[in-house]
């Protein structure tokens, strides 16, 4: 695990201004080349158009949380796809005279130090696989840092979020279990259940109580991980069980 807060001082700021109506404005040179837009292509494009359906939520939320930069929410990792990038996203509404105008939204883009092309499937060419993800930028003590995914034990969902569970702790993280499964490693994380990922390496028993099946991980505070039915046969073979 590492701060990326030296990192980011060497990477090359994007900036997009929002109007009223969180329609873009503006956006500088690195801005336009990280979304792969000539200008004045994306203005006028409400800026959630940027994003999965599934991430507006966040977005929006984001965008209406922020005041001033006093009181703006902390910065947020997000997926986009157009292309596919990961990007640290920050915004503060931006006040004139009669009150708020717009805001201005700033990002790092991630990208090429938080993932790298995609193994799992090698029927795709490479440049059809969704990239995969191997260090995750989570949010803890007002710092941003990079967790190694291989050092994550499992994965809880936690609404539209999620919690990674650690050796060194809990953090988390405000992409959702199925942004994160897309793009994980299929060979190392297995979606047990709705709402866990769990990294088989952790794994240190097999449990079953009446009809219900459950993995008793490393570092996951004691949480008996419940199996789903249509994954426990499977499951068992990974673990040389079956």
Known sequence: MESIHHKLQQFELGMVWLDADNRISAMNSFA?????????????????????????DKVRWLLESSSCPINSPPPMTMMINIPERVLLIKVSKMHGRDG?????????????????????????DISERPRELYKLPVYKNKG???????????????????TLYTEEGSYFCN????????????????????????????????????????????????????????????????????
């Open 100 to 124: 708020a105008v717009g805001t201005c939204m700033v990002f790092y883009d991630l990208t090429d130090l938080a993932t790298r092309p995609g193994e799992d499937d090698d029927e795709k």
């Open 144 to 162: 941003v840092l990079l967790v190694d995914l291989e050092s994550v034990a499992g994965i809880k969902a936690d609404g539209k979020y999620s």
């Open 175 to 242: 992409l959702s279990l199925s942004e994160l499964e897309y793009r994980m490693n299929k060979k190392r994380f297995l979606r047990v259940h709705r709402s866990y990922l769990v990294n088989l390496m952790f794994a240190m028993a097999f449990e079953k109580i009446d009809d219900q099946c459950y993995l008793i991980m490393k570092h996951m505070d004691d949480i008996k991980v419940p199996i789903s039915r249509s994954k426990a046969t499977y499951l068992k073979q990974l673990l040389g069980m079956a």
């Open 32 to 56: 336009m080349e990280t979304l792969a837009a000539k200008p004045g292509d994306l203005v006028g494009q409400e800026v959630l158009q940027l994003h999965p359906e599934a991430s507006r």
